[in-house]
């Protein structure tokens, strides 16, 4: 016999959220990537790419595009591109969590509501700061 321990609404609308961005941006890395990986558009030579692929970060783009990239704003810039719009895809896995507490806030009792908005406000921070810095 399957014995189930009760679960409240939060936890279910959490992983409800969750179970959902995250099909939504994996399918959209994938998308995006086969595209790429069929030659669709790409910014990156993807036989660059390969032979590269093992170099330190700062190496690698040096190589490849013949200049530094020390954030992840160069995509913002290429979006027409496939490589760059499969990003889009990490972007939106990045907010799942994010996502996934505003959705909660509202079942919250008020002390909960408090600590939600101030986790809700460091993940905001935690997204874009790799984006700007």
Known sequence: MKHEEPVDSMGV????????CTLVGLLIMILFGLLYL?????YMDINSVAKHWGKPAYKFWY?????????YS???????KMDS?????IFFLSLTPLVSVLFIIPHAKKIYKILL???A???IFSI???IIL
């Open 117 to 119: 908005l101030i986790l």
């Open 13 to 20: 609308t959490f992983s409800k959220v969750t179970r959902i």
């Open 85 to 89: 719009l499969s990003m889009i895809g």
């Open 38 to 42: 069929f030659g669709l558009n790409p």
């Open 63 to 71: 190589d490849i595009k013949g200049n530094d990239v020390n954030n």
């Open 121 to 123: 406000f460091e993940l």
């Open 128 to 130: 874009i700061k790799p």
């Open 74 to 80: 160069w995509f913002l810039s290429h979006l027409s």
